[in-house]
């Protein structure tokens, strides 16, 4: 199994497939996130918004477990921005 590291800086890369699959992890996790703080038609654009902040930044995710931490630091700021 590729790791979530891994297949972001795929994605980075231009790996579509990459990205897909790491959209398909945690999609539902960010959902949950984000549910009853924003309204529900907003849910898609946070979690999209939040993707490709990953994408955009350029932190070297190195360790396993360090993926879903970035991510939700970033869904947070994506929050607080809306």
Not at 1 to 24: I, P
Not at 57 to 78: G, K, M, Q, T
């Amino acid at each position: 199994m590729t790791s979530d590291g891994e297949l972001l800086q795929g994605w980075r890369r231009g790996d579509v497939a990459a990205g897909r699959q790491l959209f398909e992890r945690h999609y539902e996790a960010l959902v949950r996130f984000f549910s009853g703080k924003v309204a529900d038609r907003d849910l898609p654009d946070m979690v999209q918004h939040t993707l490709l902040a990953c994408v955009a930044h350029e932190s070297d995710i190195r360790s396993a477990d360090a993926f879903r931490p970035y991510l939700f630091r970033i869904a947070r700021n994506v929050l607080i921005s809306h």
